[in-house]
């Protein structure tokens, strides 16, 4: 039985062929609509979410499955003082897979310990989100048409940002990828990310002038300072307007570049930049289901 709680559970060869599979269904959706027929998925979300939430749902009717959950801890058994481990293992009784969210760094490792059904990590804190990951390679590679030989820069909060740990991690597996890190000194991106990138002899550069790095950039990778991960209020609001992408800043990015973000935004990514070409993120948006169908279809062991 394989779960998903670090993107590097799976291999490249893996993430390959879940890209293949989600472009597959993208273009022929009709021959996947009831490859999950009679399966069910539990969504369990013990922490906020719409995209992700929704777009697990949506996949797994797409494929013909059912599926079943809650929106809120607040909504479930761990109000009155259940563990999570006890609801993992009760869930797992009426359903064949459940994709999980939770505030707590590393809660979807310890459920998948006692699961008698996949876990899928859905976002655990400020750790991991490695379904975000796989919809971000998906769509720079249905942008770009290879995952391989360019310069990304991720800017905002780096060092709260699970997707962007999730994703670096992912690209330091491929070839020729440079890394800008776009961040004030409170957010830069965690020691432990660096040190990785410096033992696989991978170069990145640190730089808190989003204007100055744009004209490298291939992909930019916005992100929203997140004001749930701060414990100071004045620092967040202090923080929060810190990097604001309008059309005034892309005046010197490359014509080709794409802009991603993982969503929900606040003010990081100004409305007027919706309507530029190179603003990818609702596409992002729509890809995240079709990636999420192929890793059910994957973790299930389900065939065409």
């Known amino acids: 039985m394989r779960h998903l709680i670090d993107i590097t559970d799976l291999t490249v060869e893996e993430i390959d062929q879940l890209i293949a599979t989600a472009e597959d269904i993208l273009e ?14 539990a969504t369990l979300f013990f922490e906020p979410s719409t995209r992700t939430r929704l777009s697990f749902e ?7 499955g059912s599926v079943l959950g809650f929106s809120s801890a607040s909504s479930s058994s761990t109000a009155k003082g259940e563990t999570v481990t006890d609801t993992i293992r009760t869930v797992g009784n009426y359903v064949d897979i459940i994709a999980m969210r939770h505030p707590k ?20 804190g ?19 048409g290879s995952l391989a030989n360019f310069t990304i820069g991720f800017c905002g909060d780096l060092k709260f940002g699970r997707t962007v740990h999730s994703l670096v991690n992912a690209l330091s ?14 957010l830069k991106m965690p020691a ?13 550069e640190e730089t808190e002038s989003l204007e100055d790095a744009m004209p490298q950039l291939d992909v930019l990778y916005m992100t929203r300072v997140q004001k749930e991960r701060f414990f100071n209020e004045a620092d967040y609001i202090r923080l929060k307007d810190i990097y604001v992408l309008d059309p005034a800043k892309l005046q010197n990015a490359k014509k080709e570049m794409c802009i991603l973000h993982p969503l929900p935004r606040v003010n990081e990514i100004a409305v007027a ?3 530029d070409p190179r603003a990818r993120y609702f596409e992002q ?4 289901k079709f990636i999420r169908m192929a890793l059910i279809m994957k973790l299930l062991d389900l065939k065409v």
């Open 28 to 41: 022929n959706p009709v021959k996947y609509q009831d490859v999950a027929a009679h399966k069910q998925l």
């Open 126 to 144: 400020g750790h991991n989100h490695p379904t975000q990951t796989l919809t971000d390679l998906l769509t720079i590679h249905r942008e770009r």
């Open 58 to 64: 949506s996949a797994m009717l797409s494929l013909g």
């Open 173 to 186: 597996r491929y070839t020729g990828i440079r890394f800008i890190f776009i961040s004030p000194e409170e």
């Open 192 to 204: 432990y990310i660096n040190e990785s990138l410096k033992r696989k002899g991978l170069s990145y």
């Open 285 to 288: 948006v729509r890809n995240g």
């Open 273 to 275: 930049v919706d309507d």
């Open 105 to 124: 760094e590393g809660a979807p490792y310890a459920a998948s310990l006692r699961s008698p059904v996949p876990i899928i990590n859905a976002g655990d």
